[in-house]
Nanobody
Framework: QVHLVDSGGARVQAGGLPGLPCLASGYTPNGSCMGWFRHPPVKDREGAAVTESGTSIRSTYYADSVKGRFTISQDNAKNTLYLQMNSLKPEDTAMYYC?????????????????????WGQGTQVTVSS
């Protein structure tokens, strides 16, 4: 099972963050679905963005609420996934979790279902003030 360590959370005013890094260790087959979920205060946990690891042709999905503002990317040499966050809003305030489904690709139908992900990081807090 892949082990994930996420970090980079901060308290910011509306704007951007350079990126939340997620370091993955353990064997992760190419094409595994990896990404970020978030849990806002007093709301349900939700998928933010996912992509498939280690492949040049990969499926990537974003929640409508972050599309056009967040970008997910990866550095295969460093086994690190990144979530770049631009135009942050107070409603983006949440605990952000790196997730992975080792050996399974991302599905357009189920990518946002948290129960499909077996590996979770410990979470990193992002707080956005207006």
């Amino acid at each position: 099972q892949v082990h994930l360590v996420d970090s980079g959370g901060a308290r910011v005013q509306a704007g951007g963050l350079p990126g939340l890094p997620c370091l993955a260790s353990g064997y992760t087959p190419n094409g595994s679905c990896m990404g970020w979920f978030r849990h806002p205060p007093v709301k349900d946990r939700e998928g933010a963005a996912v992509t498939e690891s280690g492949t040049s042709i990969r499926s990537t999905y974003y929640a409508d609420s972050v599309k056009g503002r967040f970008t997910i990317s990866q550095d295969n040499a460093k086994n690190t996934l990144y979530l770049q966050m631009n135009s942050l809003k107070p409603e983006d305030t949440a605990m952000y979790y790196c997730v992975a489904r080792s050996g399974s690709s991302c599905s357009s139908v189920s990518w946002s279902r948290s129960e499909r992900y077996s590996s979770w990081g410990q979470g990193t807090q992002v707080t956005v003030s207006s």
